[in-house]
């Protein structure tokens, strides 16, 4: 948590200094890029604790229940790298352009 607070305050920081429409949407993407790896972790971890659940579940409707769980958190980790990619993409877009205007000026 404390990462991702720092990353934004961080990309915000940027966004300030550089006072320009592409940076600042650079820098908001790069929090929007962590704030979603960090829930990608997050869930990832999740699925992790649900299929060890499952593994070690002492019937078989837990371990099914379990499972499930798993499969969902495992979804919902998918989601969230997926928005990650998206925004570092984005991100690295607009730093690209940040740089193109800065570079002409």
Do not use: G
């Not at 019937?59 to 495992?74: H, I, L």
């Not at 990619?85 to 352009?97: G, L, M, P, R, V």
Request: hydrophobic share 50%; aromatic share 0%.
């Amino acid at each position: 948590m404390r990462f991702i607070t720092l990353s934004a305050i961080a990309a915000l920081s940027l966004a300030v200094a550089a006072c320009n429409k592409p940076a600042e949407k650079a820098a908001e993407d790069t929090t929007k890029a962590n704030a979603e790896s960090a829930a990608a972790s997050s869930a990832a971890t999740t699925a992790a604790k649900d299929a060890s659940a499952a593994a070690a579940a002492p019937t078989a409707d837990a371990a099914k229940t379990d499972a499930a769980a798993a499969t969902d958190a495992s979804k919902q980790a998918s989601a969230h790298a997926d928005k990650a990619a998206d925004a570092s993409n984005a991100a690295a877009k607009d730093t690209a352009k940040a740089n193109k205007d800065a570079a002409k000026k």
